[in-house]
């Protein structure tokens, strides 16, 4: 990169001064203002004879010492960082898959080796279609091909190398944010000697940097394994400014020794199209890393050019203003600008091609705030939900998994006294935004300012305004704005610690705000290690919340509490009188409990609600199969596959269905279908064999188990029903073989003991028979038959 060179002071020519006067007579009276030094001007910078450059008097190197922490190198820096940002989350790297981890990555067929490759590349992040109704066109083919890394790396579906994937890639996160901070506070900055790039504000990039990876609100994204999407969109996110920012360092200034990014004359297309690219990697991981774009556009015009945007736009300083900007450095801050721009629109144009030129759907129970009517009350909503996330980086004490289903009620009146928090936030907002252009645009004000831009850039494809999103707060989507958040804090550190009265509670103060971060963080962490612990932590939270309570009554379906699960749906139901899903749970274990007639009720009024929920169609079926209602079940099951046409176990049902009524036929062809649409169904296949058995077609039947045991040739019920046909046609030999096969993979299945047994008993194989039985009735003492049969066997034996 070229270096130009800058004489200070005494060596400058006179009558350069003179032109810029001639030239633009209010400049010499503002440059102050605009953070200019009169005496710092750079001779190669002329057009027409006028000078249209100068380097500012002030470079701020020594401007954080003031901040009470240690000034370290970059190395020893970014060590305490990486060290601290992984001991803050440690204690999750054992946990479970938890909450969103079971659909994202247990559920999720693309991160199987077993799976096209291509399959990530058309399916959303949750592994459906993304032309499905269902979809909620999440594209994130990268995030999701590390989970596949990750499943090859550990053989298995096994969350330890998940989390300790995650907790790495924080500590990743922290470290570039480190570099960030300190291209954010002091720029780009080099030795003249030895042309190493400087650690600039090394006492204010630490503890922003160090406030950024303690924060408790980020623990969603690091203890959730989810939270991989954030993690990886944030690298690539702050690599893609490192790399545009050196883009832009084409050539530097020579000031007071030192080579610094200032108003470039040209850029680096190669280093600028590498960054855009990774911009666009970032995209794939989340949708929110194309807010980079315009982080980089407001650092470029505030941090590289130092543009006082305040005078820019004054109309008394207009024609200054525009002499001022009319050199050769304006000229390339504006292709940089359109070059972003470009991007930012080839981004936005391939995104909605991949998303089918049609945006996500979202139920009300999603966002209901997005829902609710007039643009008023809306935007009333909206600014409350803006309130809460501003809250949350403030005092992360109050957080939750979950923030839909009533944990935060709409705003319906313009009596509500939660409108004040709104107008509080753009109080705030406004009073900082009003500092940064008031007096001399400062390094403080510059900084302040980009604060700012961190914080709302990255926060905007969250906030409801350009489309409609399926929460209604997220802890994950703040996880780049915080770091706006701490160079906020870091501003207003550094303004309380130059004041003698107040420098002792700094002193104090931050590293105890670091220390309540970090217990809050590992607190917060271990809340995420199992599900029971995050569902109720969220119940605490959220007590009006149903999705919370319909996730701890699932939980405790799945461990076989079935009277606290019905305890906790019957809770969320009445939090939300609309709950469908609640009420499809709740029907299935009602049914279990043989209560049909509240199951049929709870079911119906689950269709009701939601007319194409087909999984609510088809336990209806099988319900109304219970109680006999035939008819009524066959239309339940064939709405469920209108609704949904690929349903293997909905066909299944309806097999069983047409056994009931005697329609073998049908029950065979519904089964077929099952196992066309899933090779795998199991009980499927074993249906058709038993039902082709019972019905004498043998052949047919040994042809159906045959082919099931080429996909499934581990399936011991298939096997065992195999055995059974072949010992009813005396080929005993064959029969054995299946059942000695069928006990090496449940060796102490009893049924399959106690049946082994009768085979060698027709066989005319006492003794074995007997050993058979008998190891059979030491799994089960009880079994009625068995005892019958060895009693019968005993007799034989005991004739002969």
Known sequence: MDVIQSDVGPDLAAEDTENVVQECPVAMKHMKQNGFGANHLTS??????????????????????????????????????????????????????????????????????????????????????????????????LTVLTFRWNYLLSGELHPHGFHIANIILHGVVSVLMLCVFSLMFGGLTQDKETQAVLFQAPRASLLCTLLFAVHPVHTESVAGIVGRADLLCAVFFL???????????????????????????????PCMTASMMLCGLSILCKEQGITILGLC???????????????????????????????????????????????????????????????????????????????????????????????????????????????????????????????????VLASLISHCFSGEFTKDQRILLLGLAFLIVPFLPACNLFFRVGFVIAERVLYLSSAGFCMIVLVGVRQLSKHSQLSRVVKYGVP??????????????????????????????????????????KLYSDNGHQDSAIQEYRLAIQLNPEYDQAMNNLGNILKELQQLDEAESLLERAVEIRPEFAAAWMNLGIVQTALNKNDAAEKSYFTAIRHRRKYP???????????????????????????????????????MVILLDTLEMLKEAESVGKTALRILPEDSQIIFSMANLMGKQERY????????????????????????????????????????YRQALTLEPNN?????????????????
Request: proline fraction near 4%.
């Open 44 to 141: 190669h910078d002329k057009q027409n004879g006028y000078i249209v450059r100068t380097i500012p008097e002030d470079w701020g190197w020594n401007w954080d010492d003031t901040i009470p922490i240690p000034r370290l190198s970059f190395s020893l820096s970014a060590l305490i960082v990486a060290i601290i940002s992984v001991i803050c989350f440690i204690n999750c790297y054992d946990g479970d898959f938890v909450f969103d981890d079971s659909e994202a990555v247990v559920g999720n067929q693309d991160i199987l080796p077993t799976s096209p490759l291509l399959d990530l590349f058309s399916h959303d992040f949750w592994g459906n279609k993304l032309d499905s109704k269902t979809s909620h066109k999440s594209y994130r083919p």
């Open 239 to 269: 690599l893609s400014f490192i790399l545009y920012v050196k883009s832009c360092a084409a050539e530097l200034v020579s000031v007071e020794g030192k080579n610094v990014l200032y108003r470039p004359l040209h850029f680096s297309v």
């Open 297 to 427: 556009s407001a650092y470029d015009i505030v941090g590289i050019c130092r543009i006082n945007i305040s005078q820019f736009f004054s109309a008394r300083d207009s024609k200054c203003s525009q002499n001022r900007l009319s050199g050769q450095w304006f000229k390339s801050l504006v292709h940089r600008q359109i070059f972003i721009l470009f991007a930012g629109i080839l981004f936005l144009v391939i995104r909605w091609r991949i998303m089918g030129s049609t945006p996500p759907t979202f139920q009300v129970f999603d966002n209901p705030h997005s829902f609710v009517n007039g643009t008023l009350m809306r935007t009333l909503n909206y600014n409350y939900l803006y309130a809460i996330n501003g809250w949350l980086l403030i005092n992360p004490w109050w957080l939750c998994f979950d923030w839909s289903m009533g944990c935060i009620p709409t705003i319906t009146s313009l009596t509500d006294p939660r409108i004040i928090a709104g107008v509080v936030l753009w109080i």
């Open 512 to 553: 105890f705000l670091l220390f309540i971060y970090t217990v809050r963080s590992i607190q917060r962490s271990s809340q995420w290690r199992d599900e029971m612990s995050l569902f109720t932590s969220g119940a605490k939270v959220c007590p009006d919340n149903a999705k919370v309570h319909y996730n701890i009554g």
């Open 649 to 687: 176990d909905c066909y299944f049902n309806l097999g069983n269905l047409y056994l009931g009524m005697k329609k073998h036929s049908l029950a065979l062809e519904a089964w077929q279908n099952a196992t066309n649409l899933k090779p795998t169904h199991s009980n499927a296949w074993n249906n």
């Open 733 to 772: 030999k064959d029969s054995e073989q299946y059942f000695l096969r069928a006990l090496e993979i449940e060796p102490n299945n009893a049924k399959i003991l106690a049946n082994l047994g009768v085979l060698y008993h027709r066989w005319a194989k006492y003794e074995a028979a007997e050993k058979a």
């Open 784 to 800: 009625a038959s068995t005892k019958e049969n060895l009693k019968m066997l005993q007799s034989l034996r005991a004739r002969k």
